[in-house]
């Protein structure tokens, strides 16, 4: 089982490394301006993708063999037919607010289409290749997908210097073809059926109901300064912002998914042991304390030169940004695997009342900044503030929780 989790968590970390390793040619090849925009272009899939699978993909794990290919098919026309009105509803708003500069209204609204299908058709497959043990196969197509991205947007800046949305765009549909054929799924031996989708709504209406408010909060909560930047600010601010944010956020999507990981293993086995998971939980903010300590003390006083020497002068702005954010990223570092603790102890609800505080804090603080037509870095000062005290509000309930749960 370990082998099989390794192979898993390898392939995550790894498809996260290598846009980190290609991040200095793409911020040479392309301007702040359309790093911003592809950004925004990403966020706005993220959110899409919500609405157009509305999170029946997560039912998959738990469908029968024996009707695993209908309800994947079912899904996927459901995405299909979710993905157009989503696509529809984005082009009439980008026809009033365009937000993507260059970009002409409708072919955002066109290549949104193809990327919520594409991303919404490839979550189904994913989970179906964990329903079926294929870590392998989904963990190299991770890695596969993200070369992909490397290799056309290293093309299109080359020869374009722009429309890096498109890279992304090709390397989805690449992604699902490839994950598909990986999986040898085919879907000969099913028909389409308006009585048979309208069973698996019914069957797993749950998840929408549940999962979609929770996933869309969590979603919009962790992109909410992108997004106010995209409408405050100009597309060269938010380049800036972006490539902040990508730098930032490396050491806790790649340390801190490993330290969580961890903390899932060590937790499950002390609750199972003794009905709690304390002795696991202060290890786990301890070692994330002491880690953390020398990898943001370092970042902070060296982002400057890695700013500069590794994506470029033009990107200066980027660096006082980051030492803006770094110690609340410091915070969120810490506190990493206690999302794991509310589920440990079925407390996913307070965990869904905290990004709702946060988002609410987020949205009064970016009306604020609005009114009173501040600039971007009183917003990220704002933000860091918000989150810092976020972090160590949920710091404590993980211990208020262990402390209650043992009564």
Excluded at 106 to 128: E, K, R
Excluded at 130 to 135: A, R, S, V, Y
Excluded at 173 to 182: E, Q
Excluded at 277 to 306: E, H, M, Q, R, W
Aim: proline share 3%; aromatic share 16%; glycine share 4%.
């Amino acid at each position: 089982m370990y082998k099989k989790l390794w192979v898993l968590f390898s392939g995550t970390m790894l498809a996260q490394i290598i846009p980190l390793f290609t991040l200095p040619i793409i911020t040479r090849l392309f301007g702040p301006e359309e790093i911003g925009i592809y950004s925004l272009y990403l966020t706005v899939v993220s959110i899409g993708v919500i609405f157009t699978t509305m999170r029946f993909e997560m039912a998959i794990p738990l469908v029968s063999h024996k009707k695993i290919k209908q309800v994947l098919k079912n899904i996927i026309y459901i995405n299909f037919i979710a993905a157009i009105l989503f696509a529809f509803f984005l082009t009439i708003f980008l026809n009033n607010i365009n937000l993507f500069s260059h970009y002409n209204p409708y072919s955002i609204g066109i290549l949104a289409f193809i990327s919520v299908n594409s991303v919404g058709i490839y979550q189904v497959f994913y989970q179906y290749g964990i329903k079926n043990t294929e870590f392998k196969v989904v963990s190299t197509n991770k890695v596969t997908n993200q070369i992909n991205i490397a290799i056309f947007s290293l093309i299109i800046g080359y020869f374009l210097n722009s429309y890096l949305i498109w890279a992304v765009v090709i390397a989805q549909i690449l992604c699902i073809i490839t994950l598909k054929f990986r999986l040898k799924l085919d879907f000969v031996d099913t028909v389409f059926s308006f009585k048979q989708l309208k069973e698996t709504i019914i069957e797993y209406r749950k998840f929408p109901l549940l999962q979609l408010p929770i996933q869309l909060l969590s979603t919009l909560s962790s992109n909410s300064i992108l997004l106010a930047t995209s409408f405050l600010f100009t597309s060269q601010e938010l380049g800036f912002y972006s490539l902040t944010e990508r730098i930032l956020r490396s050491p806790i999507s790649i340390l801190g998914s490993g330290s969580a990981d961890l903390f899932k293993n060590m937790a499950t086995k002390e609750m199972e042991y003794k009905g709690n998971c304390a002795k696991s939980y202060k290890k786990i903010l301890v070692f994330n304390f002491i880690t953390g300590i020398p990898i943001f003390v370092v970042l902070y006083f060296i982002i400057d030169l890695v700013i500069y020497y590794f994506f470029g002068e033009i990107w200066m702005e980027s660096a006082r940004y980051s030492k803006i954010l770094i110690p609340s990223l410091f915070a969120m570092y810490i506190v990493y695997p206690v999302n794991y603790l509310f589920i440990l102890y079925d407390y996913q609800n307070i965990e869904f009342y905290i990004q709702a505080v946060q988002l609410l804090a987020i949205v009064l603080a970016v009306l604020w900044i609005f009114n009173k037509n501040l600039n971007i870095t009183d917003l990220l000062i704002i933000y860091a503030v918000i989150s810092t005290l976020i972090s160590i509000v949920t710091g404590v309930l993980g211990f208020l929780i262990i402390k209650l749960s043992r009564r």
